[in-house]
T-cell receptor, first 114, second 111 residues
Framework: DGGITQSPKYLFRKEGQNVTLSCEQNLNHDAMYWYRQDPGQGLRLIYYSQIVNDFQKGDIAEGYSVSREKKESFPLTVTSAQKNPTAFYLC?????????????FGPGTRLLVL | RKEVEQDPGPFNVPEGATVAFNCTYSNSASQSFFWYRQDCRKEPKLLMSVYSSGNEDGRFTAQLNRASQYISLLIRDSKLSDSATYLCVVNNPGSARQLTFGSGTQLTVLP
């Protein structure tokens, strides 16, 4: 089946620990995105990548890092520098259609701090 | 002014009712508009794209008013399964970030 997968579904982080969230897509999409969603708030962009081996900071990149070594994979690392990491993390990918692009989302990872 | 602003809700309507959500956007150069649906603790899923003057898909109608920078979503004959949060999404021409998401409007359809 074609789609976007994220793992794990739930992740617990201890103080001072780095954790990595996985995002994989087999849709052959060029663009991939990471968003953070907090209760009652809209999605905020963390990082995005338009092509392999290139990525750009979004609006709230501090405390996060990414890599894009393969077209289908865009892992997100939440570092110990991110002081308030508890949130719902959503990965999305996109192809271009018409004047813009349509983004499709993975099922998300909930990160909780112990 | 927020880039994308939505009615905060929540909207609680009886089954069978017609309900409308509003959304305004600040970038006059925006060309693509979308409505996404997000169920509780799930990912957003594309409901409708709005590219021209409007779009209809069954019980759902989206309208676009470029002059007022305003889009709306109308749901007719509401079903219990329509209960969700509806996100207004607007593109950002010239920006690789591409899309800006509204904070969403929560709808609960009551039996």
């Amino acid at each position: 089946d074609g789609g976007i997968t994220q793992s794990p579904k739930y992740l617990f982080r201890k103080e001072g620990q780095n954790v990595t969230l996985s995002c994989e897509q087999n849709l052959n999409h060029d663009a991939m995105y990471w968003y953070r969603q907090d209760p009652g708030q809209g999605l905020r962009l963390i990082y995005y990548s338009q092509i392999v081996n290139d990525f750009q900071k979004g609006d709230i990149a501090e405390g996060y890092s990414v890599s894009r070594e393969k077209k289908e994979s865009f892992p997100l690392t939440v570092t110990s520098a991110q002081k308030n990491p508890t949130a719902f993390y959503l990965c999305a990918s996109a192809y271009r259609r018409g004047p813009g692009e349509t983004q499709y989302f993975g099922p998300g990872t909930r990160l909780l701090v112990l | 002014r927020k880039e994308v602003e939505q009615d905060p809700g929540p909207f609680n309507v009886p089954e069978g009712a017609t309900v409308a959500f509003n959304c305004t956007y600040s970038n006059s150069a925006s060309q693509s508009f979308f409505w996404y649906r997000q169920d509780c603790r799930k990912e957003p899923k594309l409901l409708m794209s709005v590219y021209s003057s409007g779009n209809e898909d069954g019980r759902f109608t989206a309208q676009l008013n470029r002059a007022s920078q305003y889009i709306s979503l109308l749901i007719r004959d509401s079903k219990l399964s329509d209960s969700a949060t509806y996100l207004c999404v607007v593109n950002n021409p010239g920006s690789a970030r591409q899309l800006t998401f509204g904070s969403g409007t929560q709808l609960t359809v009551l039996p």
